[in-house]
């Protein structure tokens, strides 16, 4: 199922340039399950855990990291790893946003400038 505001951005997107563009960051994320939360000495489970940090994306070259728990992006919390998709999505690439994560017990905050999904390769 698709929300109505996805296809309704989806659909101005192709009137306006033909295509739909997604925004991408480069970075695989995980459910914040009670149990992490707790390994990471969390007071709640709100965020993502960072998994993986592709190579040359948007996320390593602004400083992600494989551990980070991703908490915020641009002031707007970061429940599940639903919303964190969702709204990386539907950021145009080109735009800088700021991350926040939770690094080793600190908050860290990072510029990222969104990327453009790269095309899936063709086996």
Do not use: C, Y
């Not at 192709?14 to 992490?36: D, F, K, Y």
């Not at 994560?101 to 086996?123: D, F, Y």
Request: proline residues 5%; charged residues 25%; neutral net charge.
């Amino acid at each position: 199922a698709i929300s109505a505001s996805t296809a309704k951005k989806s659909m101005e997107q192709i009137i306006q340039h033909g295509s739909v563009t997604r925004g991408w960051v480069g970075a695989g994320v995980q459910e914040l399950t009670p149990e992490l939360a707790e390994s990471f000495k969390l007071g709640d489970t709100k965020g993502v855990l960072i998994t993986e940090v592709i190579h040359n994306s948007p996320a390593e070259r602004a400083g992600m990291k494989t551990g980070d728990i991703l908490v915020a992006i641009d002031d707007k919390t970061i429940e599940d790893s639903s919303t964190m998709l969702d709204t990386v999505a539907n950021l145009p690439p080109g735009k800088v946003v700021l991350i926040k994560l939770v690094r080793n017990g600190t908050t860290v905050s990072l510029q990222v400038k969104i990327g453009k999904r790269p095309r899936p390769v063709a086996e």
